[in-house]
């Protein structure tokens, strides 16, 4: 069994691999703590698991995931992020992940989570079940960044922390014109026109840390 860790902390890569070689004692481990390493390594070899962190320097974690179902569609991604569940878990499976946990969670439920994946199964905390449950029941709940797509999404994000054009587009290593563009569908959509208002629609709704 091959499993990689993405994350940015090397604390909680170190304590995933601990808890994770307990359980399966014959794993081998990768880790990364940046996109671009991460898409090198899943470019070289296979992986039964990857465990995902969302929020990751050197690009979009979300797109890292759509790469990784790209590249490596036999891998069962989990999902681990200190984003709420209500928040990116719907928006993680439509891109292929098999899990979704936030890193307030329990050891145990990590455990019951991985081994869920790596069956081909999916895993769906309680919490989250109910909240989809009650979404299914009335669609007009939904917040309005839930029709922005993955990019546009990323977009906002990094607007909100205070990230100019140029820099956003340095980021996702896009033209300064395609960024203005995502710019210009976000505030669109959720009808907000600077960046403060964008900033603090983000805060509101837990899309940035």
Known sequence: MKILLVDDHEILRRGLKQLLTEEFPKAVFGEASRVPAARELITQQAWSLVLLDINLPGGSGLDLLTEIKRLRPAAAVLVLSSYPE?????????LGAAGYLTKAGAADELLVA??????????????LAENLATAL????????????????????????????????AAVLSLSDKTIGTYRSRVSEKLRLSTNVELARYALQHRLVE
């Open 137 to 168: 029941g009335n669609s007009a709940s939904l917040a309005p960044h839930e029709a922005l797509s993955p990019r546009e999404l990323e977009v906002l994000r990094l607007v909100a922390t205070g990230k100019t054009i140029k820099e956003i």
């Open 114 to 127: 991985v081994k869920k994946v790596l069956a081909g199964g999916k895993y769906v905390s309680l919490a």
């Open 86 to 94: 209500e928040e990116f878990a719907v928006r993680s499976f439509k």
